[in-house]
């Protein structure tokens, strides 16, 4: 079974609008979630993680994503995007694999901001 | 403070070639992974190195591919022969420690094309 779904390949906002990014995951695996963010031609990057503590972790642009155990998901939101906001955003978990453990990714969102 | 490095951003090869990549990852990490990130897909890892010791490469493609990381710094991913199905984005990452929910830090990739 898929450790991290994301549940939409694409999403495309107006600008100022709302925007939530769905992700969903195994209940299987730790509870240890991260969204990274890969804007175009960059590298991907930490946009917030939940380690533990408050539910609700957020970033620094603004982002924000909830906790959900219940509902195994992660999804992020913001209220207000900006065109600069255009980028490719991966969920990821912490899978455990035997002895080891490693970061999982989503397949990714891309988000496409319209004037 | 410099990022992780990646060399060269591109390569076309023809199949059955071999290739290499090479990562210098941020000053004072001494965790590195490689990944691989097919077309509309997430970042799936490759191989982990905790300084120059490979500790997790249950992933990593044993009969063409091939890492290493002398002096626990700089590292080569290696494919020999290359096969069509390898073209992907191959990205190094670094992390200061080697817990699992460390901050990765993402290099901008080599786009590898086998023709």
């Known amino acids: 079974a898929q450790s991290v779904t994301q549940l939409d390949s694409q999403v495309p906002v107006f600008e100022e609008a709302p925007v939530e990014l769905r992700c969903n995951y195994s209940?299987?695996?730790?509870?240890?979630l991260f969204w990274y963010v890969q804007y175009p031609n960059q590298g991907l990057q930490l946009l917030l993680k939940?380690?533990?503590?408050?539910?609700l972790v957020e970033s620094i642009n603004g982002f924000e994503a909830e906790f959900n155990k219940s509902q195994t998901s992660f999804h992020l939101r913001k209220p207000s995007v900006h065109i600069s906001d255009t980028a490719e955003y991966f969920c990821?978990?912490?899978?455990?694999?035997?002895?080891?453990?490693?970061?999982?990714f989503g397949q990714g969102t891309r988000l496409t901001i319209n004037p | 403070e410099a990022g992780v490095v990646q060399s060269p951003r591109y390569k076309i090869i023809e199949k059955k070639q071999p290739v290499a990549f090479w990562c210098n990852p941020i000053s004072g990490h001494n965790t590195l992974y490689w990944y691989r990130q097919n077309l509309g897909q997430g970042p799936e890892l490759l191989i982990r190195y905790e300084n120059e010791e490979a500790v997790d490469d249950s992933q990593l493609p044993k009969d063409r591919f091939s890492a290493e990381r002398l002096k626990g710094v700089d590292s080569t991913l290696k494919i020999q022969p290359a096969e069509l199905g390898d073209s992907a984005v191959y990205l190094c990452?670094?992390?200061?420690?080697?817990?699992?929910?460390?901050?990765?830090?993402f290099g901008p990739g080599t786009r590898l094309t086998v023709l």
């Open positions: 990452a670094s992390s200061l420690a080697r817990l699992s929910t460390d901050t990765q830090y």
């Open positions: 939940y380690l533990s503590g408050s539910t």
């Open positions: 209940s299987s695996v730790s509870v240890y």
């Open positions: 990821a978990v912490i899978e455990r694999v035997g002895g080891a453990q490693k970061l999982v």
